[in-house]
Each structure stands twice: as C-alpha cells, then as structure tokens.
C-alpha cells in the first residue's frame, strides 16, 4: 500500500523538494505550509496547532505513516521561536497518535547546523522548559537588541530542537511505540529562505566563511528531501534520536573530535 506522509512547509524549499519527491515515488502527502497547500495553517499559532491536528486528521482518515516536520523560519523574530520550537514540537505531538495505525511510522524534524553556533542561554532555557510565553519575550528582547543579537534567535531554536529530539526519540512515546524519531541539520541550502543571503558572490564568500562547506559548497533542496525521505521510509527501522549533518562538512570543521 502507498504511505501516507504529512509534509509541513510544503510550499517552497525543502518541504516543497520533499513534497515533490514523495509523490514522485507513489506517495499520498498532505502538505501543509501558510499558503498553497492541503492543509493551509499558521503554525507560529495555538489555533493554527490546532488546526493542523484536525484536518490531518480528516484528510488522512486517521492513519498516516510519517511526518516530516520541514517548516521553519529564519527571520530574527519572536515568530521565528514559535514555528521553529514550538510549531514543529506540537505537530511531532499532535500527529504522533495518527503514526499508531502505521505498520512502519516514522518522524523526522529539521533542526539546522546553526544548532553548533552559541545560543542564547536565556531563550534556550525557556524553550527547554516549554515555556513559550518566557521564550517569546526573551525572543522580542533580542530582536530589540539589535543584529547581533537577534542573529541568536534562529540557531537557538534550533539548538532546543535537537535537544528536544534527542531527549524524547528513546522514550515509551516514541521508540516504546516502535516510531524512529529523528532530525537532520542542513547546511546552507539555497531556498528562498536564503536567497536574499547568497544573491551576490561577496555575499557566498562571507557565508563561506561562516558556514565552511568544502563538500560541493551551498546546495539545491533536493539534495536534502533525498535524505528526509530515507528517514521518513519504511528502511529506516532502528535510528533513534540522530541528529543528521547533511552540510558539505560545516559540523566536520567545527566540532572536530568533539563530538566524541
């Protein structure tokens, strides 16, 4: 039988690259994004959470087999905090009960390799504590404070994120009920949530510089929904709570032996 996938931000970039491949290959995907899409919510929102559960729930019949929890921002606001950490936690969550009819569940989340830069120690407490007022305050505090420090918002929900994975994946709710529970950490990925950042050849040199990619440098979103879909597919039956650097070699430099 073709698996059913629920894809979020399946309007452009990698939801969209993902979107397109799983129904290339003979998938059903509920696609979900703010505009253009099966099911058409505001994530940064309770009502828009909400929502998600509901018509998933209706569309699909109440039986899915992944999700792949692609929706994200990058701009230095408060909603970038609550789309990024609290958006995607609550549709792992809400959709995870429609994974139990599946003879194969499988979720995977997009975190970032900006989960290696410093976070801000502030938001991302609030946002281990699930805190989301705490967190949207300390998020509008940034954004207030200038470049510097809103730059801290994006790589600092994607931190919780992939703490938030690895601190769930083995638990009775997740691997107890045989559902692999996994994230990956794209490099820098040329999307429209990018390309205002890469236009000119100064701008993909200074990225460069921050983001050292020696493996093929800045890449197309196909390369990365090749990746979501191996994670979401009945072959991956036992990776638990990985978080996957799909990045040209940026974790590879950074972090070093220190991973281990």
Known sequence: MPRTSVVTGSASGIGKATRELLIERGETVIGVDVHDADVVVDL???????????QVTELSGGTIDAV??????????????????FGTIATLEGLRPLLAGSAAPRAVAVASMASLFPPDDILLAALLAGNETDALARAAELEAGGEEL????????KRALALWIRRNAATDAWAGASIPLNAIAPGVVDTPMTSDMIKTPQQREAMAA????PLNGIFEPRSVAYLLAWLAGEENAHLCGQVIFIDGGSDVIIRGDTTW
Not at 44 to 54: K, M
Not at 150 to 157: H, Q, S
Not at 210 to 213: D, K, L, R, S, T
């Open 68 to 85: 792949l929890a692609v929706a994200g921002l990058a701009t230095p606001t408060a909603t970038t905090v609550a789309v990024n950490y």
């Open 150 to 157: 809103g730059a801290l918002i994006y790589g600092t929900t």
């Open 44 to 54: 940064s929102t309770a009502a828009g959470r909400a929502s998600l559960v509901e």
């Open 210 to 213: 921050m983001v050292p990619m």
